[in-house]
């Protein structure tokens, strides 16, 4: 089974940019989809950007035109670049990998968007 894990969160000031990675480790990592969500506090976990084992992508409404998910099947990992950030996108954000009816999410990473 596939196994996941995130880095790159931290703090940002409001503008600025992170790129997140997700290392996957244990499976055929080629043949998931692929996905970022995000739970600010209080709040439900959200998807934020996925993309499929053929790389097309979608995108939560909100984050549409500054984030971009990709993937490197050479190095088992997508990402997460993420710009012109916000307050609100302040969350931790996880990782999750999906094959069928088999879904594996990472630990999470923290991000903080605040002056």
């Known amino acids: 089974q596939v196994q996941l894990v995130e880095s790159g969160g931290g703090l940002v000031q409001p503008g600025g940019s992170l790129r997140l990675s997700c290392a996957a480790s244990?499976?055929?990592?080629?043949?998931?989809?692929m996905g970022w969500y995000r739970q600010a506090p209080g709040k439900q976990r959200e998807l934020v950007a996925a993309?499929?084992?053929?790389?097309?992508?979608n995108y939560a409404d909100s984050v549409k035109g500054r984030f971009t998910i990709s993937r490197d099947n050479a190095k088992n990992t997508v990402y997460l670049q993420m710009n012109s950030l916000k307050p609100e996108d302040t969350a931790v954000y996880y990782c999750?990998?999906?094959?069928?009816?088999?879904?594996?999410w990472g630990q999470g990473t923290l991000v903080t968007v605040s002056s």
């Open positions: 999750k990998a999906a094959l069928g009816y088999l879904e594996v």
């Open positions: 244990g499976g055929i990592f080629r043949l998931y989809a």
């Open positions: 993309i499929t084992s053929g790389h097309s992508t």
